[in-house]
């Protein structure tokens, strides 16, 4: 094999890591099937809410929006305090909607 071939499939394994970590904590997941079904977001009416624990808004502010960002699954306007549907963010469609399907299908038992 030459040298490109024996990087493609790392390269391939590192996008596919990085769709699994996206989705690996809740509220990341929580954000990105919120897309899949409508956007923009708002973050205080939509993702927090009155009943956000404590915390959370510093996490989605510093850890979990900066992550879904920078992989260009969502882009945000912190100022307004939306989040849209990135670039990349329909490599993630699939995978969303299998996660959707199984919340339901588990939550109709």
Not at 12 to 35: C, H, P
Not at 79 to 96: C, I, M, N, S, T
Request: aromatic share 6%; net charge negative; no cysteine.
């Amino acid at each position: 094999m030459s040298g490109a071939d024996d990087r493609r499939p790392e390269r391939d394994s590192d996008r596919v890591d990085e769709r699994f970590e996206a989705l690996s904590n809740a509220s990341r997941r929580r954000i990105l099937l919120e897309l899949l079904d409508r956007e923009p977001l708002r973050i205080d009416a939509d993702l927090l809410g009155d009943d956000a624990p404590p915390g959370l808004r510093a996490e989605l502010y510093h850890v979990h929006l900066p992550k879904l960002r920078a992989a260009g699954f969502i882009e945000w306007d912190r100022e307004e305090g939306l989040v849209r549907r990135g670039g990349r963010f329909d490599a993630l469609v699939p995978l969303l909607r299998f996660v959707r399907d199984d919340r339901d299908d588990r939550s109709g038992q």
